[in-house]
């Protein structure tokens, strides 16, 4: 199996993260490594983290002194991940929303393909726990960005995804202007646009159990102008 790096950015995630690791490595796949990119959590996330090295030889803490946003998250653990050596970069949640049982099938699909889509919109994807409003702000948002980009893709906003480092090193990380929840709908159009191939599997998305959501009003905002802004800069 290539070297996978399994990128997960925390903010006060305590009551989660040793629980996702010990799932993550009971699953017994070669060479894969959690990076956690810990943004200087109040809760001692970090610090959790570093007591569990010990336990998990293949456990990294990336630490950020300042909580700055998703995208910015990410951008730090990839640059991370690719001067490690990875071939396969993984995005996903510290909070069980994104099940680790799905991450076998991610490593068989990127063997054929650039960049794996974890989806909830596809057959045999879904998702549970959630209300009516918040799946009906998800589907419009992915209808919303898949219409305004004119990208194919069922399932735009989702954060759970694996990339062949080839296409990291292409799309420009210095360039990304989103730092909030938009970055996902950012990377995928980035990486559609430089002509990789995309393919989606199906997941069952959960709603966190523990810990507060980090989802708000400002997060829609800021999707719905950026996604404008997206196509503003390719038009140009």
């Known amino acids: 199996m290539a070297k996978t790096y399994l990128v997960i950015p925390t903010y006060n995630e305590r009551g989660n993260v040793q629980r996702l690791l010990e799932t993550i490595f009971a699953l017994g796949i070669n060479d894969v490594h959690v990076l956690i990119v810990d943004d200087n959590s109040p809760d001692r996330t970090g610090e959790l983290v570093t ?3 010990s336990r998990f030889a293949n456990l990294e803490l990336l630490s950020r002194q300042t909580k700055d946003g998703l995208g910015r998250a990410y951008l730090a653990g990839f640059e991370h991940a690719l001067r490690a050596g990875a071939e396969y970069i993984f995005e ?3 909070d069980f929303s994104h099940d680790p049982k799905y991450i076998p099938d991610f490593l068989r699909a990127i063997e054929s393909a650039d960049l794996v889509l974890g989806s909830r919109y596809i057959a045999g994807g ?3 726990n959630w209300n009516w409003s918040r799946r009906l702000i998800s589907r419009f948002g992915n209808l919303y960005a898949r219409a305004v980009l004119g990208l194919p ?3 735009l906003t989702g ?3 694996c990339y062949r480092r080839t296409v990291l090193e292409k799309i420009g ?3 990304f202007s989103s730092v909030g929840y938009n970055f ?3 990377t995928t159009y980035k990486v559609h646009l430089a002509g990789y191939k995309i393919v989606e599997i199906p997941i069952i998305f959960t709603e966190r159990a523990e810990g507060k959501s980090k989802f708000s009003i400002k997060i829609i905002i800021e999707s719905f102008w950026k996604v404008l802004k997206l196509r503003n800069q390719k038009s140009r």
Do not use: C, P, R, W
């Open 173 to 175: 990380l210095a360039d």
């Open 51 to 53: 007591s569990l090295q």
């Open 184 to 186: 996902q709908i950012e």
């Open 92 to 94: 996903m949640d510290a």
């Open 153 to 155: 893709y069922h399932d």
């Open 159 to 161: 954060g759970f995804k």
């Open 126 to 128: 879904g998702v549970t």
